[in-house]
């Protein structure tokens, strides 16, 4: 089953509006956490670095002020997009690691954005 | 910075037949882990495979099998008696193993079409 949730699955939005979006480790701590951003047909980019308890560390190009991560607990980051733009329409997915650092990411399901 | 490269945008191959996917990589580091990623329409990433570097044995999971050439920095996929079911984007990804809990770094990913 599932290890990561993320939610929401899709979301649509008007433009200045604010989107959050939660990833959640089920049954497991990740005391780190990490969002990508997938463009259609396109890879998976790295956008942030979610740490527990401290700053979310962010991939160059990356703006902080704009895309919000707040890891809160230990089985919670969130990832607010701020005064969204239809340029910021994407697929957002999370992932954490459950176990040690020689386990494997698992990913949520993901989180269709569009901002109209 | 790591890079993954995946040279085929796009891949056929027929029902029960076999197909390989390209991946090279480029790193400075001796110490690290290789995946192969499955993507289908659902957007879930699903693992298909994982290497470490350390390892010569090249790893199996069932009709799916890599050829890891540390050297030349490559690390293709092949798949056995394909079936309808294969038919997704593939990344391969990469993750250092030098420090702590690194993210992946992903390959612009291979379109895999299985045909009847």
């Given at each position: 089953?599932?290890v ?8 649509i ?5 604010s ?9 497991f ?6 969002w ?29 002020d704009?895309?919000l991560?707040n ?8 990832l607010?997009?701020?005064?969204a ?7 957002y ?5 459950r ?8 990913f ?5 954005l569009?901002?109209t | 910075?790591?890079t ?7 891949m056929?191959?027929?029902?029960a ?6 991946c ?10 290789l995946?192969?990623y ?10 298909v ?5 350390y ?12 050829n890891?050439q540390?050297?030349?920095k490559?690390?293709s ?17 990469y ?6 809990n ?9 379109r895999?079409?299985?045909i009847?």
């Amino acid at each position: 089953g599932a290890v990561v949730s993320q939610h929401p699955s899709w979301v649509i939005c008007k433009s200045g509006t604010s989107v959050k979006i939660e990833c959640r480790s089920l049954d497991f701590q990740a005391t780190t956490m990490f969002w990508y951003r997938q463009f259609p047909k396109q890879s998976l980019m790295l956008m942030a670095t979610s740490n527990e308890g401290s700053k979310a560390t962010y991939e160059q190009g990356v703006e902080k002020d704009k895309f919000l991560i707040n890891h809160a607990s230990l089985t919670l980051s969130t990832l607010t997009v701020t005064s969204a733009h239809p340029e910021d329409s994407s697929f957002y997915i999370c992932s954490a690691r459950r176990g040690g650092y020689n386990s494997p990411l698992h990913f949520g399901n993901g989180t269709r954005l569009t901002v109209t | 910075a790591q890079t993954v490269t995946q040279s085929q945008p796009e891949m056929s191959v027929q029902e029960a037949e076999t197909v390989t996917l390209s991946c090279t990589y480029d790193t400075s580091e001796s110490d690290y882990y290789l995946f192969w990623y499955k993507q289908p329409p659902s957007r879930q990433m699903i693992l298909v495979i994982r290497q470490e570097a350390y390892k010569q044995q090249n790893a199996t999971e069932n009709r799916f099998s890599v050829n890891f050439q540390k050297a030349a920095k490559s690390f293709s996929l092949k798949i056995s008696d394909s079936q309808l079911g294969d038919a997704a984007m593939y990344f391969c990804a990469y993750r250092s193993a030098n420090s702590g809990n690194t993210p992946l770094v992903f390959g612009k990913g291979t379109r895999l079409s299985v045909i009847a």
